[in-house]
């Protein structure tokens, strides 16, 4: 289970900020430094974001296994952080990232492979 903000170091001026899911989350879409691609969709909720903002390496809560999971400590596609940015919801963060390998599960680049048809184009 994510921890509750007074469970947390993150800042509570931006704790606050966040608009979260009722599981306490907040959707982290992950960009590509440089190039501008994205390369993922993940989870944060305060605790994770506090981690990555004071670390540098993207942390994300897992929720397939409920736990905080540092992308690329198992895999070693790791992710460099160099900007974050809150949207102006407070609904979303953007995290751009220096990719190190893959940034998919599968071993794609990024997770956005699979396109779907669109019609009226």
């Not at 691609?37 to 909720?45: F, G, K, P, S």
């Not at 596609?77 to 390998?101: I, N, P, W, Y």
């Amino acid at each position: 289970m994510p921890v509750s903000d007074a469970e947390t170091s993150l800042d509570a001026a931006i704790a606050a900020r966040l608009k979260r899911t009722p599981d306490g989350l907040v959707a982290a879409i992950v960009q590509e430094h440089g190039t501008g691609e994205v390369l993922m969709l993940a989870w944060m909720d305060a605790e994770a974001l506090h981690r990555t903002l004071t670390t540098g390496r993207a942390t994300y809560w897992s929720r397939s296994r409920q736990e905080y999971w540092v992308k690329g400590a198992t895999s070693g596609h790791h992710q460099q952080v160099r900007r974050v940015a809150l949207d102006c919801d407070g609904d979303a963060l953007l995290v751009t990232v220096e990719q190190t390998g893959a940034a998919c599960h599968t071993g794609a680049h990024n997770c956005f492979f699979d396109e779907l048809p669109v019609e009226g184009q």
